[in-house]
Nanobody, 119 residues
Framework: QVQLVESGGGLAQAGGSLTLSCAAS????????MGWYHQPPGKKRELVAEITRAGRVTYAGSVKGRFTLSRDNAKNTIYLQMNSLKPEDTAVYYCYAEYNLGLGPLDQWGQGTLVTVSS
């Protein structure tokens, strides 16, 4: 199994920055990808950024050039650096991990952290 603990988030002004962290524990070698989704108020959950085991990073078009997803393998932690924040970035951000223990792909989600961007 994989466990995820998120930190970061909070309140920022438009144009400001915040950093989210997500630490994984458990069956680390089984993880194939980690990343972040967000769910704005009244909307569905959407992918923000993802990093694969090989290190390939993909971003949603709405955050490309403003957000940076990185990974510290020694700490089993991913970071989402969010710059040039916009009010529309306001959402609950969820860390997730895709992993496989040999019985098929599984997903693990963090508890979610609220990011609020004021105009």
């Amino acid at each position: 199994q994989v466990q995820l603990v998120e930190s970061g988030g909070g309140l920022a002004q438009a144009g400001g920055s915040l950093t989210l962290s997500c630490a994984a524990s458990g069956s680390i070698p089984s993880i194939s990808a980690m990343g972040w989704y967000h769910q704005p108020p009244g909307k569905k959950r959407e992918l923000v950024a993802e990093i694969t085991r090989a290190g390939r990073v993909t971003y949603a078009g709405s955050v490309k050039g403003r957000f940076t997803l990185s990974r510290d393998n020694a700490k089993n932690t991913i970071y989402l650096q969010m710059n040039s924040l916009k009010p529309e970035d306001t959402a609950v951000y969820y860390c997730y991990a895709e992993y496989n223990l040999g019985l098929g792909p599984l997903d693990q989600w963090g508890q979610g952290t609220l990011v609020t961007v004021s105009s």
